[in-house]
C-alpha cells in the first residue's frame, strides 16, 4: 500500500516537479510477504523447486495447510517419475528370479541324470538322493527365490501405494 503526499508545491513542471509527489510506504503485517522455497530431488537427474510466499502475520496453521499444499503436489509429481522406476525393478527381480528358477531346475535335472546314469552302471541303488553339497546348493537358490518373492511383493506394495499418490492428485 502506498500513501502519497503533497505539498502543493511543484504541481506542475520545471525543476521542483519531480520533488513534489513523494510516495512513502505504509505496509501492514498482511502486506509484508514471507517468502517459502521447497526442493524435491527426483532421482539422480532432476530436481524441482517451488517458490512462493505468504503474509509475514499468517499463523502457524496457515503454514502447515501451505507447506501441506506444496509437498501434496510435489509428493505426487515425484511419485509420477517414481513408479516408472519401481516397474522396471520389479521387472528386473522378476528377470533374476526366473534366472535362478531356471538354474535350479537344470543343476536338479542334471543331478537326478549323473545319480541314473551311476545307478545304471551299478554304481548306485534306488531313487535320487541329494548329497550333502548338492543340499547345501539347493538350499541356497531356494532362499534366493524366496528373497525374490519378497522383495516382489515389496516392490507391488510400492507400486500400489505410489499409484494411489498419484490417483489422489
Not at 531346475?105 to 545304471?120: L, P, V, Y
Request: hydrophobic content about 35%; proline content about 1%.
Amino acid at each position: 500500500m502506498a500513501k502519497e503526499r503533497s505539498g502543493g508545491v511543484g504541481a506542475g513542471t520545471g525543476a521542483l516537479a519531480s520533488t513534489a509527489h513523494k510516495v512513502e510506504a505504509v505496509y501492514s503485517g498482511d502486506d509484508i510477504a514471507m517468502g517459502l522455497t521447497c526442493q524435491l530431488a527426483i532421482g539422480d537427474r532432476r530436481s524441482i523447486v517451488v517458490q512462493t510466499h505468504t503474509k509475514q502475520s499468517a499463523t502457524p496453521a496457515e503454514l502447515n495447510a501451505l507447506y501441506d499444499k506444496i509437498w501434496a503436489s510435489l509428493d505426487r509429481i515425484n511419485a509420477r517419475y517414481r513408479i516408472k522406476e519401481l516397474h522396471l525393478k520389479k521387472k528386473v527381480e522378476q528377470d533374476q528370479m526366473a534366472m535362478v528358477l531356471d538354474n535350479s531346475g537344470a543343476t536338479r535335472a542334471k543331478w537326478e541324470a549323473e545319480w541314473n546314469t551311476s545307478a545304471q552302471q551299478g554304481k548306485r541303488r534306488g531313487g535320487f538322493v541329494m548329497n550333502p553339497q548338492q543340499i547345501n546348493t539347493y538350499n541356497q537358490q531356494q532362499a534366493m527365490i524366496e528373497r525374490h518373492k519378497k522383495e516382489i511383493e515389496a516392490l507391488d506394495t510400492e507400486i500400489r501405494e505410489t499409484q494411489r499418490i498419484i490417483d489422489a492428485g
